[in-house]
C-alpha cells in the first residue's frame, strides 16, 4: 500500500463517520451506497469495468462492509480501505454470500436489522430498486443521494491533492496543444500532442496513481487523459471529438483538457487565435478575458454562486452578448468531470473552503467560433488558488 493510499484511508474513514453521523441524525439504520462514485469515495475502490455492481453497506455504529462479485475479490482486498469485503455470485471457487447481489443486500440488512434503510435513488436502477422493496421487509426507504452530494462537494486534502496533480498532467497537455496549433494542422493533430504529452508527465511524475475514471457496465475508462480541439464555426458543436478538419488563418481553435488520476479530475480549455482575426474576434476575446478577470474578482468564501455569474455576464451584457449568454460560467469538478455546484445564474450554492470548480465563461457567435478558457480553482479559507497555470491571457499562434 503506498502513502497515498495510506493517507486516502485516514480521510475516508473521516467521511464515514460523518455519513454515520448524518445517518443517526435521520433515524436510517442502514444505507446502501451504490454509485460508483460514491463506492470509490468512501472505499478507494474503483473496479474500472462496471460489469458487476459494487456496494457499500454502512450500518451506523455497528460496520462498513465493501460489497463485490467473486471476480472482483482481489481487486477489492487490495486496493479497499474498507476491511470488511464480502462477496457475491461465483467465481474461482470462492465462499460468497449469495448468488445475486440483491440477494447478498437482504442477508446484510436482515443481520443489521435494518428496517429504515438509505439508498442512492439517483444512481438505483426502477428494477433494481422494486426488487429490493419487494424482498426487503423495510419500513422506510430513504434517498440518501442529497447528503452524498453535499459532502463530496467539500474537498479534504487527500483529494485536493490529487486535483492538483491532475491539473498539472492537464497543464502539460494543453502546453503541447497550444504549441501544435498553426495553419495546416489538424484537429486530430493537436489533441493527439496534448495526450502524448499528458502520458509522458505521468510516467515522469505520478506512475504511482492510476488514471482511470468511472464508466458505464461493459466499459472502462483506464486511460483518463482526454483532449479534444474544434477549430472554427466547428466550436459551435460545444463538444465532438476531433476530426481531421485542418486549422486555417483566421480561426479560433478551443482545446478541452481533462486528466484524471485516481478518479479525480482536473480541466484545462484555452482558445487560442490563429494568423489575422477580425475585429469582431478581437473584441469577442477581449470580453470574455474581462468577464474572468471580474468573475475571479468576485470570488470569496460565502458568496453565492450566482454573483458569480453575474459578475461575469454583466461584462458580456455591457458589451453587447446579452443574447448570446452561457446558461453557466462553471462548475463544480472532482470525481465527476461536472459536479455541483454549477455557476449559474439561478443557485444559491455558497462557495466554501474546499470545493473545488471550474470557471469558464464563454461566448460563441456563429461562423466565427468563440472563446473559452477555463480554470480549475480550489476555493481557500481566504479566498481562492488556481490548480491549473497555463497562461490566462490572450493566446495567439503564428
Known amino acids: 500500500m503506498t502513502s497515498s493510499s495510506m493517507n486516502g484511508k485516514v480521510y475516508a474513514q473521516q467521511r464515514l463517520q460523518r455519513f454515520e453521523a ?39 455504529g455497528k ?3 465493501l460489497l463485490v462479485h467473486s471476480l472482483r475479490a482481489h481487486h477489492a482486498r487490495s486496493a479497499s480501505w474498507i476491511d470488511d469485503v464480502e462477496l457475491y455470485g461465483s467465481w474461482g471457487g470462492r465462499k460468497t454470500l ?3 447481489p440483491l440477494e447478498a443486500l437482504r442477508l446484510l440488512l436482515a443481520d443489521a436489522g435494518a428496517k429504515r434503510i438509505g439508498i442512492e435513488e439517483q444512481a ?14 423495510a419500513e422506510a426507504w430513504v434517498d440518501v443521494s442529497p447528503a452524498i452530494g453535499r459532502m463530496r462537494q467539500v474537498k479534504d486534502p487527500y483529494e485536493v491533492d490529487l486535483i492538483r496533480k491532475a491539473a498539472r498532467v492537464a497543464d502539460a497537455g494543453m502546453e503541447a ?42 466499459t472502462g475508462i483506464f486511460n483518463a487523459f482526454f483532449a479534444y480541439c474544434l477549430t472554427g464555426e466547428r466550436m459551435n458543436m460545444m463538444c465532438d471529438a476531433p476530426s481531421n478538419t485542418r486549422i486555417a488563418d483566421g480561426d479560433f481553435v478551443l482545446v478541452v483538457v481533462w ?4 478518479g479525480y479530475h482536473a480541466e484545462n480549455e484555452r482558445t487560442v487565435a490563429v494568423g489575422r482575426i477580425s475585429p469582431r474576434q478581437e473584441a469577442l476575446y477581449e470580453t470574455t478575458l474581462l468577464a474572468r478577470e471580474k468573475a475571479f474578482a468576485a470570488l470569496r468564501p460565502g458568496v453565492p454562486a450566482s454573483e458569480v455569474y453575474k459578475a461575469a455576464t454583466d461584462v458580456m451584457v455591457e458589451a453587447g452578448y446579452g443574447h448570446v449568454l452561457p446558461g453557466r460560467i462553471g462548475h463544480g469538478i472532482g470525481l465527476g468531470a461536472h459536479e455541483e455546484p454549477s455557476i449559474a445564474p439561478t443557485s444559491n450554492a455558497l462557495l466554501v473552503p474546499g470545493m473545488t470548480f471550474t470557471i469558464e465563461p464563454a461566448l460563441r457567435i456563429g461562423a466565427e467560433g468563440g472563446v473559452q478558457h477555463s480554470d480549475t480553482v480550489v476555493m481557500t479559507d481566504s479566498g481562492w488558488e488556481f490548480l491549473t497555470k497555463t497562461d490566462r491571457g490572450k493566446l495567439v499562434a503564428p
Open 22 to 60: 448524518m445517518l443517526q441524525e435521520q433515524g436510517i439504520d442502514a444505507a446502501i451506497v451504490s454509485n460508483p462514485l460514491s463506492v470509490h469515495y468512501f472505499s478507494g475502490f474503483n473496479p474500472i469495468i462496471q460489469s458487476t455492481p459494487v456496494f457499500v453497506v454502512v450500518v451506523p
Open 63 to 65: 460496520g462498513r462492509i
Open 98 to 100: 449469495a448468488a445475486s
Open 124 to 137: 438505483l436502477t426502477v428494477a433494481a430498486h422494486r426488487a429490493l422493496t419487494d424482498m426487503v421487509a
Open 177 to 218: 496543444a497550444v504549441a501544435a496549433i498553426r495553419p495546416g494542422v489538424t484537429e486530430g493533430q493537436v489533441a493527439t500532442a496534448s495526450v502524448r504529452a499528458m502520458h509522458d508527465l505521468w510516467l515522469r511524475e505520478f506512475p504511482h496513481l492510476e488514471p482511470v475514471d468511472f464508466a458505464g457496465p461493459e
Open 259 to 262: 486528466a484524471a488520476l485516481e
